[in-house]
């Protein structure tokens, strides 16, 4: 035909056409092949074994409140990555309903806190498994290589429960390290209820406290309690604490290394160390009421007068500091007008006695000491890197209708008959809280959650009782300064 096409044109169009076709299928099926992989190795896909093993964590039908408890607690060790999946997203929002309702833990009709080890260790693992996932996961892994900081655990928040596993030692032993005066299992005393209490954070879960552990996690370090009696109850606490309450003959005495030593006619020496030779631990208390230093005005004159320096450290820290790897201060009840009077102590600022009115004030000087000490010891810590310093708030007292000179009492012997939860977000101790604000010093928070524990004071049942006087300042040990050693372990 006339302008048609020829043969030779028909074929080689022919040939153009089945090349592009093959071309084409080709390039659908590389991705199909693409699509059908993918699924496989993408990091946001969860395979069947952990969707079922998640419903299994999360619970079903009657187990669902226990199971919300064991989820909330891996929330917190395994916080929640942008973009992530099911499993992380269901454990935020029960983390939601927890904050807004609150979950009551599963406690036995006897008081034994319900164990859900088994599921809590279910979902760590399958976590972890998720983890793993993204870190192996190709180019879709980088979105996830960054892990996300986990915000510190307000301590001080939570409640008491019943845990039948408690004390965590005897009050009838530890008498290598306990004072009689404070071994209620020794006095009159017949009702031990508050033994058996235990402290439990809301935001977190508070790690249980072994010998140990505590001994390993401090091996060849220095731990140093420096503060009144309370801080004193606080260092025997933690002796019987890492013994068990058990005689230790091998513990070696090291208070000569420190000047601790009991001097003539003194009836107890400024303070004690001791060293566990296995792990080469050294714990060890300094009497230090004030946490100022103090010198004697004239010291040829045995009746003189003491200056005590607001704004200096005391002597024993600045001198052993760099021995110290954890350090705990604490200072608050001998501020008043008759402990300074009777101890003959003069305020002092700047190396003369204080002129200023302000200071002068018994709040005055003691929050401008609190400040003074923290700041002193932060300006110190760049040098001493390996140094952890805490501050320890002011342990309440619970006098009744009077002081301790004036008829006050402190009965109770019902727990928690004031209330048994801290919802507070900030410190009951202001002074102390605002003291470390901005700095590297440690607030160890002991204040509200001691304010609920009332029965647990010594009161009258003290060996050494005058009548109609009651110690409702220090506590039965064991009792409440065993929780302060449990968070400062939790810290350190």
Known sequence: MKGGLKVSQI??????????????????K???????????NHVLQLSPDLRVKDEEALGEGS????????????????????????????????????????????????GDLTDVSDKKTGLIEQEID???????????????????????????????????????????????????????????RTDFEYEKLRWRPKSCEMEEFTGVKFLKRMQNKTLAFIGDSLGRQQFQSLMCMITGGKD???????????GLVQSRGSARPDGWA?????????????????????TPINPSDPATDYAMHLDRPPAFLSHFLPRFDVL?????????????????????????????????????A??????????????QLPKYPHVKAFYRTISPRHFFNGDWNTGGTCDNTTPLSEGKEVLQDESSDYDAARAVRGTDVKLLDITALSQLRDEGHVSRYSIKATPGVQDCLHWCLPGVPDTWNEILFAQI
């Open 63 to 110: 187990g669902l409140e226990q199971s919300e408890d064991s989820v909330n607690f891996e929330s917190e060790k395994y916080p929640t990555y942008a973009n992530s999946s099911p499993v992380i997203k269901v454990t935020e929002e029960l983390i939601t309903h927890e904050e807004i309702g609150g979950i009551a833990p599963n406690i036995t009709e006897k």
């Open 30 to 40: 590389s991705l199909f092949l693409s699509s059908s992989v993918l699924p496989q």
């Open 366 to 379: 003691k929050n401008f000491t609190i400040h003074s000490i923290v700041n002193w010891v932060n300006s």
């Open 11 to 28: 074929s080689l169009i022919l040939i153009g056409f089945v090349c592009a076709s093959v071309l084409l299928l080709a390039y659908v």
């Open 328 to 364: 705990v201060l604490n200072t608050g009840h001998h501020w008043n007008r008759g402990k300074l009077k009777a101890n003959r102590w003069v305020m002092y600022v700047g190396g003369v006695p204080n002129t200023n009115r302000k200071i002068a004030t018994i709040g005055g």
């Open 274 to 294: 001791f060293r566990f030779p296995d792990t080469k631990t050294t714990i060890l208390y300094y009497w230090s009421a004030s946490l100022c230093d103090l």
């Open 248 to 258: 230790r003959p091998n513990v070696l005495d090291v208070g000569h290394e420190y």
């Open 130 to 188: 998720v983890s793993t996932a993204v870190s192996s996961g190709g180019e879709h892994s980088e979105i996830f290589t960054a892990t996300p900081e986990r915000q510190d655990c307000n301590f001080a928040k939570g409640r008491w429960v019943i845990d039948d596993s408690r004390p965590l030692y005897s009050g009838f032993g530890c008498k290598q390290w306990l004072s009689s005066m404070w071994a209620c299992r020794l006095t009159q």
